[in-house]
């Protein structure tokens, strides 16, 4: 499988050595499943009333960074800190306009 996903928790510092989350195939099962590990994190964290910026905050010092090591395939760029604060902003508006506010 040429592509592996790597994870390693925020809280540590320095971060812990990378563990081996999942190989796959593809580029978009890559992607799909390193975007899955951060939308997981995020999830965890979220509380009712929390701002983006919280909710970011939370997943930088709480969840767990993703890497994408492609194995004799093409490169897949994956920056988790960017497609969480973009989640971020998505889940506290969703929730704010669930909530009439």
Known sequence: ?????LVSDNFEAPPPAWSPQRAVDTPAEAL???QRCV??????????GMSAAELYDQYRYFGEAVLIVAIG????????????????????????????A
């Open 39 to 48: 939308d997981i994190d995020l999830r965890d964290a979220w509380r009712p």
């Open 32 to 34: 799909a499943f390193a």
């Open 73 to 100: 395939a093409p490169k897949v760029h994956f920056d988790g800190w960017r497609y969480a604060r973009s989640r971020c902003e998505l889940i506290c508006a969703l929730e704010k306009a669930r909530n009439g």
């Open 1 to 5: 499988m040429p592509y592996e996903i």
